[in-house]
């Protein structure tokens, strides 16, 4: 049978006998079952290329439970409850005020040290002359995006350590404490003039604090306490590096900080020891 023959007999077959044909293709010849599908693609019955997969939707970057638990971390970092109270106040006042300053600033991620001035830094000439407040203002302000992450990554590290053992009051009054002392030291060192600004010193301090504690033996402390300790040596190290790199840290300020912490620590190890002060 020519071509021709072959292609007339099978444009005479019904559609139901040409699919017959191809679903069974196992029980006839392959020239047969290829012929009764090319007349069904022309026909239009079925496709002459196989059709492309479905391009599947692209997947969001964080699912919807992902999201949730990010937002439950949130809350516990930001949210005041329970133990773990001042601390998420403190940093979120850092974060507030930084907010409004990086508003306000003409450079959103590195304020000038005018704008600093401004709202508050702990600048020599002024605190010196009739704005003493600036010793304490300075503590919430910060020069820069990455500066204020360092400082709330040991805030949130150190707060979530000391605040379920001094208390509320206590941490409070001890990071305001040791914030006016760093003050004061980086006004006594810089003589020729400063202008200041950080949480550091207040920082510095609470880990003064935290060490007079360990060193009075006033309160247990467990590994997983501990270990904090370690996470904040590695704060130690890189904020030097930050600081280092920009050449405007100011050491006084640690140092200040981080002596009347040692201090405060030292009162409140040697109350707890002598049943003076009670552990909470």
């Known amino acids: 049978m020519s071509p021709d023959d072959s292609h007339h007999l099978?444009?005479?077959?019904?559609?139901?006998?040409l699919f017959f044909l191809a679903q069974q293709a196992q029980r006839f010849p392959p020239a047969v079952v290829q012929a009764a599908v090319r007349e069904l693609q022309r026909r239009g019955l079925v496709p002459t290329e196989a059709p492309a997969p479905p391009t599947p939707p692209p997947s969001p970057l964080l699912d919807e439970s992902t999201g949730r638990l990010l937002l439950r971390s949130l809350r516990a970092l930001l949210w005041p409850a329970g133990s773990f109270?001042?601390?998420?106040?403190?940093?979120?006042l850092n974060l507030v005020i930084y907010a409004l300053l990086a508003f306000t600033a003409a450079d959103p991620l590195a304020p000038s040290g005018g704008e600093l001035v401004?709202?508050?830094?702990?600048?020599?000439?002024?605190?010196?002359?009739?704005?003493?407040?600036?010793?304490?203002?300075s503590c919430f302000l910060h020069g820069s995006?990455?500066?204020?992450?360092?400082?709330?990554?040991?805030?949130l590290f150190l707060g979530s350590l000391l605040e379920p053992l001094l208390g509320r009051w206590r941490l409070l009054g001890g990071f305001l404490v040791c914030g006016i002392g760093g003050s004061l030291a980086s006004l006594w060192w810089n003589?020729?003039?400063?202008?200041?600004?950080?949480a550091s010193g207040a920082i510095f301090g609470l880990y003064g604090l935290l060490l007079a504690l360990l060193a009075t033996r006033a309160v247990p402390f467990s590994?997983?306490?501990?270990?904090?300790?370690?996470w904040f040596v590695f704060y130690f190290m890189l904020n030097g590096l930050v600081g280092g790199l920009g050449g405007n840290i100011d050491h006084?300020?640690?140092?200040?900080?981080?002596?009347?912490?040692?201090?405060?620590g030292l009162g409140l190890g040697r109350g707890w020891l002598l049943g003076t002060v009670k552990v909470q």
């Open 118 to 137: 401004m709202w508050g830094s702990n600048f020599s000439p002024l605190t010196l002359h009739g704005q003493p407040w600036r010793l304490l203002t």
């Open 223 to 230: 590994r997983a306490q501990r270990r904090t300790m370690l």
């Open 10 to 17: 099978f444009t005479q077959k019904t559609d139901a006998e």
């Open 145 to 155: 995006v990455a500066h204020l992450l360092l400082n709330g990554l040991g805030l």
């Open 252 to 264: 006084a300020a640690h140092l200040g900080g981080l002596g009347t912490g040692a201090l405060v």
């Open 191 to 198: 003589s020729a003039g400063v202008n200041s600004v950080g």
């Open 85 to 92: 109270f001042v601390t998420p106040l403190l940093l979120d």
